[in-house]
């Protein structure tokens, strides 16, 4: 029963892991409410805290060792009444997304994904990018240098409405700031059909009679809390990431930024940096190969920012310079993140597990592009897995076989050493080597297919294909629970019917605990998404069909072997000759108590016989002694034996 025993420390251990989170979550609930743009530090500083500053390193890159900082506008750090100022907005509508500028700093407010719906309101595109009070996230850019136009810049534009027409591949949107000391400079913003990149530029124009140095950054701004929508059971990562050639992918989590311990590399000339949330990303993306900066940082409670520095390089008097910074703001959709960038499909983190997840994603995929279907798709990749394991669970239910008929016998020898249970252990030893079974035989199997399940379990809760995605009838949305619970219902009744062809524990609260626990996995499933039941519920199914079928063969065989020995055994009982009967074969106990019975009854009836035969000679006798009573009293006892 150690199999049983490891079976419910692994079950215990995750509802405990999701009891801990889900009770974290109320105890510790995220701030809702936007702390106001104050700075940390003195008040009298000279710049804003939300505008980033290069370090030593990038300044001597882009000076050729001899530059020095550029000096920064600057900005009232007073606490503001508002986070963001407010300017005039700019309406931007492509094939995929509904975009909102703000002139007051050229930052993109407001961005809709028209393809993926929200949960408060299908007709409604997702809002990945907003500045609303109880959650915001935006894009933020600009210049750093002494009179250079940043975020908290006015710009001007020509016009408020963009909509890409029939025709049309891109809108370009051109916004102007104020010239300063003979430096003009052009926010341009470029949308493409049929992408989520966003082409963000800015050209500098030098008409003064001074060489600048200008830098360019380019950052997220958001708050800590999870997503509108987020599964209270399964918990998805929110927070900055990155990514380089040197140190691959790294999560940069608020509550190190709060701590101030956060790690990760400054500088590179690779790689990309970016905020998650479950099934979407923003992320800047700047071109291999040229010198940046990295930066993550926490501005205020409940306020943090993540971006990158890029230098611009030299401006001579009378030049034109450009810089572009693709912007990524979309869905997770594993295919195409990884032609934008390297290592962009990381992005979509299954953890330790990615070896695994990817190639099963791969397969999910495959079968969706035969059925069209993602739910047949996933019973499918279910059935697929099932049939990869096929040799590994089959060796683990004939093990589990095996001990559901020997499940008696191990009760007895319980009940005998009940009072010593080193004896008894010792004598299941015994006797599991004497029936060739391998206690832990059920369970071997399992641990090996438990990385693939929860692999296969991330793969399904990470791809944002299952968002709104539907199965059939009342199943619309795979990504979230079933509205009406009859999958998990069904889950709970297949997890009933396993139990039952389980060999039964001998231990009573191992008993009563195996029989609670298809009520107490129901619960859970009650709150797992529409497309991780349906998978649990095909893996159960099979598993069942499987199970079953190898039990019955071995109770068949079981009962076939019993028959051909208790006939073997009956035909060596038969009396060939005295010195076969003078060696009786060997019986079990029922077999012993019917022979026994057998014996008493021939005993029985031979003295009922014996009895017959006996009562004609004594009738024969009296009537004798009625003949001649006194001659046969008159002879000797002697005389009659000598006469006889």
Known sequence: METKKLVLIIIFSTSLLFLWDAWQKELYPPASQVMSGAASGSANQRHDPSLPVPGDELTASAAGGSGTIPEIDGVNSSVTPNLFTIGEKIHVKTDLVIAEIDTAGGDIRQLGLIAHPSREDVNKPYELLLDKAARFQVAQSGLIGDGLPNHKTKYTVDSNNYQLESGQNKIVIRLLAPEVDGIQVAKIYTFHRGSYVIDVEFEIVNHSDATIIPFSYFQMLRDANDPTGASTMVHSYTGAAMYTDAEKFLKIKFSDLDKNKAEYPTNADNGWIAMLEHYFLTAWLPPQNTPREYFAKRLAPNQYTAGVIAPVGAVEPGQVKNITMPLYAGPQEQNKLAELAPGLELTVDYGWLTVLAVPLFWLLSFYHSWTDNWGAAIILLTLTVKLLFFPLSAAGYRSMAKMRLVTPKLQRIREQYASDRQRMHQVMMEFYKEEKINPMGGCLPILVQI??????????????????????????????????????????????????????????????????????????????????????????????????????????????????????????????????????????????????????????????????QQQPSQGAASSAKGKAPVKAKSVPAGKKAKKK
């Open 451 to 612: 990385p693939v399940f929860i692999a296969l379990f991330w793969t399904l809760m990470a791809a944002v294909e299952l968002r709104y995605a539907p199965l059939a009838l009342w199943i619309t949305d795979m990504s979230v629970p079933d509205p009406y619970y009859v999958l998990p219902l069904i889950m709970g009744v297949s997890m009933w019917v396993q139990s039952k062809l389980s060999p039964t524990p001998t231990d009573p609260i191992q008993a009563k605990v195996m029989q609670i626990m298809p009520v107490a996995f129901s619960v859970f499933f009650f709150f797992f998404p529409a497309g991780l039941v349906l998978y649990s519920l095909c893996n159960n199914i099979l598993s069942i069909a499987q199970q079953w079928q190898i039990t019955r063969m071995f109770e068949n065989k079981a009962e076939e072997e019993a028959n051909k020995d208790k006939n073997r055994k009956k035909s060596k009982n038969k009396p060939e000759s005295a010195k076969e009967n003078s060696q009786p074969a060997m019986l079990t106990d029922e077999e012993e108590e019917a022979a026994k019975a057998e014996t008493e009854t021939v005993a029985a009836a031979s003295s009922q016989d014996n009895e017959k």
